[in-house]
């Protein structure tokens, strides 16, 4: 019975592989692809399509222009064109040739692409600008530069009336007078270095030394020359006890002129007061050989308090 349902079944088995059907191969897609199936192919398509558009732009860029773009995608504003352009040189026309333009067409491409004309200069030559026709601006004429010159004559006129008085009022040690007419001829003649030498006086009689120096100051930068701002410079230093200062005053105006004597005599005061007999003694002689006078003025000045005795003075304080 076994061997009976073992043929049976082998029987049966063998039936059902002789009628199965074969699997079906695999088709091509139809119109109703799946929706999947066209997102596919949207997707491969799309670089096709950025590829040829790129390709297409650049066809329409100028050939310099396409060159000059950068790796970045970067592109400089277009400017707009001329209105007009420039009429070409007599030779060029001739020629027929563009090439004889200032620039060429490298410059006239840049000017589009918005580069400035300082770019433009270190790649070509620069396009010489048409010449404009302007009207010259009208020129103003001062009505009356005589009277000006006159009323600047009549100013320092008036300024020097001031001194003289200011001089006198100093004379008379009438300080505030003195000061209030010399500022008076400052203002109307602002480059009268006698008047601001003299308002340092005025303050050097005062013991302002300061004052007077910034006074005799203003007078040396109008005048660098002027020898006796120069020594009264020197004087002020000397009282404030400022030797350097005062040895280069009174040599600068030395420098100036030798014949002056109180620079000389200024300096035997500043070596006296230091103690320096010799070097007071030589400048002393100097002073003396230019003003005798300067005898009588050492015998009781008290710069010379310290070095009276030393035998090189007393040489020169004889009579």
């Known amino acids: 019975m076994s061997v009976i349902n073992q043929a049976l079944k082998k029987a049966q088995r ?56 950068p790796g970045a995608w970067r592109l400089a504003p277009v400017a707009p064109p001329p209105a007009t352009s420039p009429p070409l040189p007599a030779a060029a026309a001739a020629s027929g040739t563009a090439a004889a333009v200032p620039g060429g067409e490298r410059a006239e491409q840049l000017a589009r692409m918005g580069v400035p004309d300082a770019e433009a200069a270190g790649t070509t030559a620069a396009v010489p600008a048409a010449p404009l026709t302007r009207r010259a601006p009208e020129r103003r004429v001062a009505p009356a530069a005589v009277p000006r010159q006159e009323a600047s004559d009549t100013a320092r006129a008036q300024a020097r009336a001031l001194f003289n008085q200011a001089v006198e009022a100093l004379e008379a040690e009438v300080w505030p007078q003195a000061h209030r007419l010399l500022q008076q001829a400052v203002a109307l003649a602002p480059d009268f270095k006698e008047a601001y030498t003299s308002l340092g006086n005025l303050y050097y009689r005062q013991q302002q030394y300061q004052q007077a120096i910034a006074m005799y100051e203003k007078a040396l930068a109008l005048d660098p ?39 000389y005599y200024n300096l035997a005061c500043v070596y006296a007061r230091q103690g320096d007999s010799g070097t007071a003694a030589r400048y002393l002689r100097q002073a003396i050989a230019l003003e005798p006078q300067a005898r009588q003025w050492a015998q009781r000045d008290e710069d010379f308090r310290q070095v009276r005795a030393a035998p090189e003075i007393q040489q020169l304080l004889r009579p």
């Open 14 to 69: 063998e039936q059902l592989w002789s009628g199965a059907r074969p699997l079906p191969l695999p088709l091509p897609p139809v119109a109703g692809t799946p929706p999947r199936r066209r997102w596919r192919w949207l997707v491969l398509g799309l670089p096709v399509v950025t590829a040829v558009g790129l390709w297409l732009s650049l066809r329409l860029v100028p050939g310099e222009a396409s060159r000059a773009l």
């Open 225 to 263: 020359a002027y020898v006796k701002a120069r020594n009264n410079l020197g004087s002020a230093y000397l009282r404030l006890a400022k030797y350097d200062q005062a040895i280069a005053a009174f040599e600068q105006a030395l420098q100036a002129d030798r014949t002056f004597s109180l620079p």
